[in-house]
């Protein structure tokens, strides 16, 4: 997720936990709620040490209880520094408390999405990922801005009491998403046992999902998926692709089977987006060559999916790719 809603959660759950009479640890719990992503500076670390790569340690009970012990010290400083003297006031303890529900607050929101966090590092490396959010959701992106927007023209314009019933509407909204969002995976999860298929990938809408579902078998692999809504049923038939792997050297190329089988391995290497999340394939058969349209099913924005269209040469196999962002619906014209 987005820094800015790592602050705004930790904000939001300080000031449910102290409310406006304490907002140091107010302010300390939305500090907390984005130190775990300083990780980033670690980078040139991480290649030695994987542990210290972004979404590791610091993405764990405890790296965020190590970032809390040595906050309780050094965030009231800084606070007293930046805010005024009264920021430092209180005791190491609840600075502490304050830090540490910051931080379990970034650890449970990036654990809702596709990309997983070692919540039990270092004593266990097992990556967890929920699949209740996407990473990036214009509708949650969309509340934080609002958030942050009414509660800074609020502040010194509204009565103090509006000030305050506009926090804890905030803080109900969110808490209600998260429900929504947790109880409607947790119903796609038995649509996906139901039906077959192997992963569920969230949409926008906390009602809809993506179903998707991959089988090998011997040297073949099968994709297929389909978009289900939990009120209404399949919005579109469920669709498949099969194909051989390894593919085929025989040239010419066979068929679309032997162009999807050809295909896959370059269309992955030119793009990790593509790689590192569930995708699927489109095919259309030209005179002289195969197209087909390799695109995410987790990667999308505004109906156009992140995605690698390749180009299967039929006399001579060979593959050409290009990254593309299209409607796969309209990926060919």
Do not use: K
């Amino acid at each position: 997720m987005d820094p800015f809603s790592h602050l705004l959660l930790g904000y939001l759950l300080g000031f449910g936990l102290w409310g406006p009479g304490q907002m140091q640890f107010v302010v300390a719990a939305a500090i907390a709620g984005a130190l775990p992503d300083a990780d980033v500076a670690m980078f040139p670390l991480a290649r030695r040490f994987p542990l210290l790569r972004h979404r590791g340690l610091s993405h764990s009970l405890v790296g965020v209880t190590a970032i809390a012990a040595v906050g309780c010290v050094l965030v009231p400083r800084a606070m007293a520094w930046g805010l005024g003297p009264d920021f430092a006031v209180g005791s190491p303890l609840t600075f502490f408390v304050a830090l540490e529900v910051g931080g379990l607050s970034h650890v449970f929101l990036d654990s809702l999405d596709h990309w997983s966090v070692p919540i039990f590092a270092p004593f266990s490396l097992r990556e967890y990922h929920f699949d209740v959010d996407r990473i990036v959701n214009v509708g949650s992106m969309a509340f934080t801005v609002v958030g942050y927007g009414v509660m800074l023209y609020e502040r010194g314009r509204v009565p103090l009491e509006l000030w305050v019933l506009t926090t804890w509407v905030l803080l109900a909204a969110i808490l209600v998403y998260f429900v929504v969002r947790i109880a409607g995976r947790w119903r796609a999860g038995i649509v996906q046992r139901r039906e077959g298929f192997s992963a569920v990938i969230p949409q926008m809408n906390p009602l809809e999902f993506i179903l998707f579902g991959e089988e090998r078998s011997g040297e073949r692999v099968r994709f297929r998926h389909a978009r289900y809504h939990l009120l209404l049923g399949y919005r579109t038939p469920p669709s498949s692709i099969d194909f051989p792997l390894p593919p085929s050297t025989a040239v010419p190329v066979a068929g679309e089977a032997e162009a999807l089988a050809r295909s896959y391995a370059p269309a992955l290497a030119a793009s990790w987006m593509l790689a590192e999340t569930h995708h699927f394939g489109l095919i259309r058969a030209q005179p002289d060559r195969f197209d087909v349209y390799w695109y995410s099913l987790e990667v999308n924005f505004a109906g156009r999916s992140v995605g690698v269209m390749a180009s299967v040469d039929r006399a001579t196999g060979t593959v050409t790719t290009r990254n593309r962002s299209r409607n796969p619906a309209r990926a060919f014209p």
